[in-house]
């Protein structure tokens, strides 16, 4: 059974940073694109960063472009965000997603993990 463990969440200030972890297991991790969504109350879940299974490749939403960085570690099965200079408006729940493909679209992804909360006050 796949398993994706998040954590790394919590609240900061504007302009600061949080490094998201996720942990996977029950899988070939090596093998499989990894990606991050995240959903505000109250709206869609939404596509946020995506890496592919050797870490060469990697995907972001316009958004978070040039602020946020997505990568792996292989031997570690654990895929990170490193998201600087935080807004207001990245305030959501992160999930992390494993998939065959990279993609923006979430029904491309097959398993989720549980999220896990940003808060950035302003």
């Known amino acids: 059974q796949v398993q994706l463990v998040e954590s790394g969440g919590g609240l900061v200030q504007a302009g600061g940073s949080l490094r998201l972890s996720c942990v996977a297991s029950?899988?070939?991790?090596?093998?499989?694109?990894m990606g991050w969504f995240r959903q505000a109350p109250g709206k869609e879940r939404n596509f946020v960063a995506a890496?592919?299974?050797?870490?060469?490749?990697?995907y972001y939403s316009d958004s978070v472009k040039g602020r946020f960085t997505i990568s792996r570690d292989n031997p570690k099965n654990t895929v990170y965000l490193q998201m600087n200079s935080l807004k207001p408006e990245d305030t959501a729940v992160y999930y992390c997603?494993?998939?065959?493909?990279?993609?923006?679209?979430?029904?491309?992804?097959?398993?989720w993990g549980q999220g896990t909360q940003v808060t950035v006050s302003s």
């Open positions: 997603s494993t998939g065959s493909i990279a993609s923006t679209v979430l029904t491309d992804y097959d398993y």
């Open positions: 890496i592919n299974w050797r870490g060469t490749s990697t």
């Open positions: 029950g899988r070939t991790f090596s093998s499989y694109v």
